[in-house]
T-cell receptor, first 114, second 111 residues
Framework: DAGVIQSPRHEVTEMGQEVTLRCKPISGHDYLFWYRQTMMRGLELLIY????????DSGMPEDRFSAKMPNASFSTLKIQPSEPRDSAVYFC????????????FGQGTRLTVV | GNSVTQMEGPVTLSEEAFLTINCTYTATGYPSLFWYVQYPGEGLQLLLK?????DKGSNKGFEATYRKETTSFHLEKGSVQVSDSAVYFC??????????FGKGTLLTVNP
């Protein structure tokens, strides 16, 4: 398997624009997680899905953020409108089960909002 | 809620030195504990894990023991190499099904 695939790897956008980040989890995995990484706050869990259903979105910072998982092989994280403080690296991860299982991470999308 | 506290970095060592990165946690129930490593420009990779008290996880010369009495999961390696330079994250998977990370510790190993 190719692992968790995220696109794009880098995104530079202007403040106010809509940004969509994409993730393809490992085939067969039933959990998908979106994280945001910044120097100040470290790794923050934004939202996670189980079998394509959002389970906990308490980490989503504002209504400007939304995430979907229309099927088992694809998820999106959308920011609309984007702001400079959204600049961060966004990671997607997937796992088969939870608790003692390994979460596999994508290489991340580095978002810069200018 | 669950939380993970790990020692602040950066940590700078010479090759073949002994490494310890401290990690303590707060969680209800019996969480699973992990160490992940992040190399520059890459995502996180699992380094080792332990799923119950007194378990020892080990991989690539790194070790960590799940100590419930001290709520700790310290990472150790007897002899570090330049290639071990990376950011190390302690994490726990709790009963709320969330994988919670510490803030990470940057390790630099000099030849």
């Amino acid at each position: 398997d190719a692992g968790v695939i995220q696109s794009p790897r880098h995104e530079v956008t202007e403040m106010g624009q809509e940004v969509t980040l994409r993730c393809k989890p490992i085939s067969g995995h039933d959990y998908l997680f979106w994280y945001r990484q910044t120097m100040m706050r470290g790794l923050e869990l934004l939202i996670y899905f189980n079998n394509n259903v959002p389970i906990d979105d308490s980490g989503m910072p504002e209504d400007r953020f939304s995430a979907k998982m229309p099927n088992a092989s694809f998820s999106t994280l959308k920011i609309q409108p984007s702001e400079p403080r959204d600049s961060a690296v966004y990671f997607c991860a997937s796992s088969l089960g939870v608790r003692g299982r390994e979460a596999f991470f994508g290489q991340g999308t580095r978002l810069t909002v200018v | 809620g669950n939380s993970v506290t790990q020692m602040e970095g950066p940590v700078t060592l010479s090759e073949e030195a002994f490494l310890t990165i401290n990690c303590t946690y707060t969680a209800t129930g019996y969480p699973s504990l992990f160490w992940y490593v992040q190399y520059p420009g890459e995502g996180l990779q699992l380094l080792l894990k332990a799923t119950k008290a007194d378990d020892k996880g080990s991989n690539k010369g790194f070790e960590a023991t799940y100590r419930k009495e001290t709520t700790s999961f310290h990472l150790e390696k007897g002899s570090v190499q330049v290639s071990d330079s990376a950011v190390y994250f302690c994490a726990l998977w709790g009963s709320n099904y969330k994988l919670t990370f510490g803030k990470g510790t940057l390790l630099t190993v000099n030849p």
